[in-house]
């Protein structure tokens, strides 16, 4: 069997067409296994798998959580709140604290770009990014692209347009990477002020206008407005944002076309997008979330089964 | 390279009609009774058997295909991670008579991990194993076949060769001898 070409996963970046679709195939694999009566394999048994998590997160933190006990891993977690790290130990001693106690595999988030990477030059285990700052969120967009893929068939040609808050989206980056490794059209739609100025270089189409937008694509990924990450404000009102940018269900009835709807979640429901649109059959969100535990074991199986 | 022919496309036929009458001589109906063929290779041989099972019985017997990758002892013991094949076994396997079926049965090992691969699809009520070749006193663990199309003495630099028409091939089985 091929293998993947990286011992750590720190974004889309790092992987080509090949490594990508070892990837799916491995992930149709556990999604049988999923849906068997008893879901629990052994294959991971006795790596120690350590969540590090330096930012908030339920979804992707209780998803990897999930994968690795599926896979019979044992695991430690590990929150940045309520630890040394705020008696002021630094990233490097506390992530070494931790891999002294022999783990052999750490799924680390940060609210900095290029912790991972950091990591990676620094330690031995393998490194998975599970998020860094406004960089990459490589196993969101592979979740997601095999989202089209299980629903479509294929990737290669389909139309993808990406919603909302672009310049801090870590999805959006690591979605781009992904879909034009997999040879799909990428637009990105948003405000001006959400979108990076020089983002045309990566080779996507831009568009401010979200009827344009939509009618141009087969599936739309539509983004959290992250206000967090806002200390400036870039758009006047969320009502104001919803008007221009929310997808609705007049909108989508007026386009004479079916349009597969995402969404990476958390939704704020009628913001950027109103609730029967989430919930309606053009919709895979939930898929979204099932995919994303067999795309976690697949990632965590390829990057461990070496020996 | 020597090389020992074990079964030809006619020698192959008339084994695989053999091991029909045998598991029906236990299985009578197959009313009880399923097929599970291991990934990769013994699909094959599995079908084959179903196939003749349907036409003596006038039936339909119930097949599936087993992948035990995950299951197996030594994944993070090799270079590469292993490839799994899929699955695919569409009924229930709880109080069912089971017949594994394998091409070639050398440690058990593999036989093992399918054991454990198919309690995650229930607790079936008995289980047997249907292997074409048996290579004797190779085991690393107690597994012993049900059903052996031919016993074979082999030691363990041998390795048995197995060519299908499935796989684009005539049907040979072959001993080798690997050059020291």
Same mark, same amino acid.
């Given at each position: 069997?091929?293998? /993947?070409?990286?011992?750590? +996963?720190?974004?889309?970046?790092?992987?080509?067409?090949?490594?990508?679709? +070892?990837?799916?195939?491995?992930?149709?694999?556990?999604?049988?296994?999923?849906?068997?009566?008893?879901?629990?394999?052994?294959?991971?048994?006795?790596?120690?798998?350590?969540?590090?998590?330096?930012?908030?997160?339920?979804?992707?933190?209780?998803?990897?959580?999930?994968?690795?006990?599926?896979?019979?891993?044992?695991?430690?977690?590990?929150?940045?709140?309520?630890?040394?790290?705020?008696?002021?130990?630094?990233?490097?001693?506390?992530?070494?604290?931790?891999?002294?106690?022999?783990?052999?595999?750490?799924?680390?988030?940060?609210?900095?770009?290029?912790?991972?990477?950091? &990591?990676?030059?620094?330690?031995?285990?393998?490194?998975?990014?599970?998020?860094?700052?406004?960089?990459?969120? $490589?196993?969101?967009?592979?979740?997601?692209?095999?989202?089209?893929?299980?629903?479509?068939?294929?990737?290669?040609?389909?139309?993808?347009?990406?919603?909302?808050?672009?310049?801090?989206?870590?999805?959006?980056?690591?979605?781009?990477? %992904?879909?034009?490794?997999?040879?799909?059209?990428?637009?990105?739609?948003? $405000?001006?002020? +959400?979108?990076?100025?020089?983002?045309?270089?990566?080779?996507?189409?831009?568009?401010?206008?979200?009827?344009?937008? +939509?009618?141009?694509?087969?599936?739309?990924?539509?983004?959290?407005?992250?206000?967090?990450?806002?200390?400036?404000?870039?758009?006047?009102?969320?009502?104001?944002?919803?008007?221009?940018?929310?997808?609705?269900?007049?909108?989508?009835?007026?386009?004479?076309?079916?349009?597969?709807?995402?969404?990476?979640?958390?939704?704020?429901?009628?913001?950027?997008?109103?609730?029967?649109?989430?919930?309606?059959?053009?919709?895979?969100?939930?898929?979204?979330?099932?995919?994303?535990?067999?795309?976690?074991?697949?990632?965590?199986? /390829?990057?461990?089964?070496?020996? | 390279?020597?090389?020992?022919?074990?079964?030809?496309?006619?020698? /192959?036929?008339?084994?695989?009609?053999?091991?029909?009458?045998?598991?029906?001589?236990?299985?009578?109906?197959?009313?009880?009774?399923?097929?599970?063929?291991?990934?990769?290779?013994?699909?094959?041989?599995?079908?084959?058997?179903?196939?003749?099972?349907?036409?003596?019985?006038?039936?339909?017997?119930?097949?599936?295909?087993?992948?035990?990758?995950?299951?197996?002892?030594?994944?993070?013991?090799?270079?590469?991670?292993?490839?799994?094949?899929?699955?695919?076994?569409?009924?229930?396997?709880?109080?069912?008579?089971?017949?594994?079926?394998?091409?070639?049965?050398?440690?058990?090992?593999?036989?093992?991990?399918?054991?454990?691969?198919?309690?995650?699809?229930?607790?079936? %009520?008995?289980?047997?194993?249907?292997? &074409?070749?048996?290579?004797?006193?190779?085991?690393?663990?107690?597994?012993?076949?049900?059903?052996?199309?031919?016993?074979?003495?082999?030691?363990?630099?041998?390795?048995?060769?197995?060519?299908?028409?499935?796989?684009?091939?005539?049907?040979?089985?072959?001993?080798?001898?690997?050059?020291?």
């Amino acid at each position: 069997m091929s293998r /993947l070409k990286t011992k750590h +996963l720190l974004g889309i970046k790092n992987l080509d067409r090949e490594d990508i679709e +070892l990837i799916f195939q491995t992930t149709a694999n556990f999604k049988e296994v999923l849906n068997r009566p008893i879901k629990k394999n052994p294959s991971l048994r006795d790596v120690t798998i350590a969540n590090v998590f330096f930012e908030n997160s339920t979804r992707t933190k209780l998803s990897f959580e999930l994968a690795e006990k599926r896979l019979s891993a044992d695991i430690i977690n590990f929150s940045a709140s309520g630890s040394s790290v705020e008696k002021g130990e630094t990233l490097l001693d506390t992530v070494n604290n931790i891999l002294a106690m022999k783990v052999d595999m750490v799924v680390m988030r940060h609210s900095s770009p290029g912790v991972p990477h950091l &990591l990676a030059k620094n330690i031995n285990s393998n490194i998975i990014n599970a998020g860094d700052g406004t960089h990459e969120h $490589p196993t969101q967009a592979l979740l997601d692209t095999f989202s089209i893929l299980d629903k479509t068939g294929r990737v290669e040609g389909k139309r993808v347009v990406i919603v909302g808050d672009i310049l801090h989206s870590r999805v959006a980056l690591s979605n781009i990477f %992904a879909l034009q490794a997999l040879q799909a059209e990428v637009m990105v739609c948003g $405000p001006p002020t +959400l979108l990076p100025k020089h983002i045309g270089e990566l080779g996507v189409e831009v568009e401010t206008d979200i009827r344009k937008a +939509l009618e141009w694509c087969d599936v739309a990924n539509i983004l959290r407005i992250q206000l967090e990450r806002q200390q400036m404000r870039y758009f006047p009102s969320l009502r104001e944002y919803s008007q221009y940018f929310g997808i609705n269900k007049q909108l989508l009835d007026s386009l004479n076309k079916e349009i597969l709807i995402m969404h990476p979640g958390p939704i704020n429901r009628g913001v950027e997008i109103t609730s029967d649109v989430a919930d309606s059959d053009h919709s895979i969100i939930l898929e979204q979330v099932e995919n994303g535990v067999a795309v976690r074991m697949a990632v965590l199986y /390829l990057l461990a089964g070496i020996g | 390279m020597q090389k020992r022919l074990l079964f030809d496309s006619k020698l /192959l036929k008339v084994t695989i009609g053999r091991l029909c009458r045998q598991l029906i001589e236990v299985h009578n109906d197959f009313s009880g009774t399923v097929i599970i063929g291991l990934q990769p290779r013994g699909i094959f041989l599995a079908e084959r058997i179903k196939n003749e099972l349907d036409r003596m019985l006038s039936g339909e017997v119930h097949l599936g295909y087993l992948d035990a990758t995950f299951h197996r002892d030594d994944l993070r013991r090799r270079n590469e991670p292993i490839a799994p094949s899929q699955t695919k076994i569409s009924f229930l396997i709880e109080d069912k008579n089971v017949i594994l079926v394998d091409d070639v049965l050398f440690t058990g090992r593999t036989v093992r991990a399918a054991l454990d691969a198919m309690n995650t699809f229930g607790r079936p %009520a008995k289980v047997e194993l249907l292997v &074409l070749i048996d290579r004797l006193y190779s085991r690393h663990i107690p597994v012993k076949a049900d059903y052996a199309g031919r016993k074979v003495n082999t030691i363990q630099s041998q390795r048995v060769l197995v060519e299908l028409k499935e796989q684009g091939e005539e049907d040979n089985i072959w001993l080798i001898n690997k050059e020291e």
